[in-house]
Every structure is written in C-alpha cells, then in structure tokens.
C-alpha cells in the first residue's frame, strides 16, 4: 500500500497538473468506490493537500475530492489496462489506475469526514512541526501494544506503514515486538527521530516502487527509496550493521522485518 512518501510524491507531481483547473468530467463505472463524483464537476481545484495516505483535493464552493490509493491505486497521465477513473480537466485528461480496486474516491464538504471516520482519527504528520516528541513519547506509554503495531495505528504519527515502520525500528535498534509502555525516554527519542529521518529521506528519493512494481509516480518513474532499505523484504539476508540474517515474523496481522541481533531484547 502506498505510504507518506509514496502519497506526497504522488501530491507533489499533481500539484501543476491540477492546480487552478476545473474539472470537466469524472468518468468511472464504479459509483460505490468512487462516490459523489458528480458533486465536483465545473470546479476549479484550489490546493491539494495530504493528509496520512489521503490526497485532498480542494474545490471551489467548499467542496473536498478525497482520494486514497489502496493497495495498488496511483494516478498515470497515459491510459492504462487498470483505468478505473477518468478525469478531464481544461487540458489534459488524468487516469486514476488501479489494478486491485481498493481505491476510494469521495467528493464531501470541506473538513467533513463521517464517511472516512480513519481520516477524522489521524494523529499528527510526522513531517511537520505538529509532530513533537512529548505527545509521541505520552502514546507510547499509554499503550501495551507492540511497537510495530503502534506506528501502524495512524494516531502516533499519520501515514506510517509497513515498510517505513520496520525501516524506523531498525534505525532506533529497538524491537518491533517491544510494548510501547516499555520504553524508556531514551529509546523513544531513537524511535522518534528514526521516523522522521526515513520518511523524509523517503520522500526526497520519491517513495519505493517495490519488485510488483505496483507503485509509480504519475510520470512512469519509480521511486528509488527501495535501494536505502535495511530490513524491509530482505529476508534471510545480511543486516547492513552486523550481517545476522534478516527475519520476517507477523505483527498486528503486517509481515515484519527486523534484525534479530540489532533490534535484540
């Protein structure tokens, strides 16, 4: 599933292509995926936000266009075999690819999130100066969840998923199966400052395209992060730090990867 970097580097390559441009048309199949579409036709797009894994698109008359890629959802400026969304705008014509169709896109009223109760419940961007170590360190000792599992939650820091909650850990050399409660001030200043060194190393290599090659940003490039990971998919292989073999166990349902001796007890 695509993450922060994935989703801001998705926003960022939007951004020209939407910005100022009313959208014509929205051309779909699917009116329970893709809802309200209607809703958004003849409006200019003001900004395009992100917010966790959603883009929100900004419109004229107080309306929103939420977006969430799912597992496989991306936008492609060509025509693919997975177009689920057309959108037309003065100039161009935009695809909404989507070869699983776990995507979702909803028009709503500004800041009117019943329909997307996950978006209403984000906790802070870790990327921005709302992320601040003593509201991370509190929900960290607030909760006997493990580790891997809390930064998966959305509410310790929004937008975290697999990949970047076991790079993180790595990085702060602690344990993905530790509870949150456990940790002393040290460790979650590690943790803390791990998050958002791989997030925005992430973001600035335009995100992972893994081996599915699922994940591309609308021009057809890949993201490059995919050769920085130390732990992520790399099962059986050597740790970059001390060579034990990298192991994959499953937390909170997510397959994780972890350095057995570098993330030890």
Not at 245 to 265: D, F, L, M, W
């Amino acid at each position: 599933m695509p993450e922060l970097p994935e989703v801001e580097t998705t926003r960022r390559k939007l951004l020209p292509l939407f910005l100022g441009k009313r959208l014509l048309a929205i051309q779909h199949q699917d009116p329970l995926r893709y809802r309200n579409t209607e809703r958004a036709l003849g409006q200019r797009v003001e900004d395009l936000c992100r917010r966790g894994k959603f883009l929100l698109f900004g419109l004229t008359e107080g309306w929103e266009m939420v977006v969430h890629l799912g597992m496989t959802g991306g936008f492609r400026l060509e025509e693919t075999p997975h177009t689920r969304v057309v959108i037309r705008l003065e100039d161009r014509e935009v695809f909404f690819h989507d070869p699983r169709r776990f995507g979702r896109i909803l028009v709503v009223r500004k800041g009117e999130y019943g329909e997307i109760p996950l978006l209403s419940r984000l906790g802070p961007e870790p990327l921005s100066e709302e992320f601040r170590f003593p509201g991370f360190w509190e929900g960290l000792r607030r909760s006997q969840k493990p580790l891997k599992a809390l930064l998966l939650d959305q509410r310790l820091a929004a937008g975290v998923g697999n990949i970047y909650a076991d790079e993180a850990l790595f990085r702060a050399r602690l344990s993905p199966f530790r509870r949150g409660r456990e940790l002393g001030e040290e460790e979650a200043q590690r943790l803390f400052l791990a998050l958002k060194e791989v997030l925005a190393e992430a973001v600035a290599l335009g995100g992972s395209t893994l081996s599915d090659r699922t994940y591309q940003q609308p021009d057809g490039l890949p993201g490059s992060f995919q050769k920085e990971h130390a732990v992520y998919g790399r099962t059986g292989l050597p740790c970059p730090a001390c060579g034990a073999p990298i192991a994959k166990r499953v937390v909170a349902g997510r397959s994780t990867h972890y350095c057995p001796r570098c993330q030890g007890p």
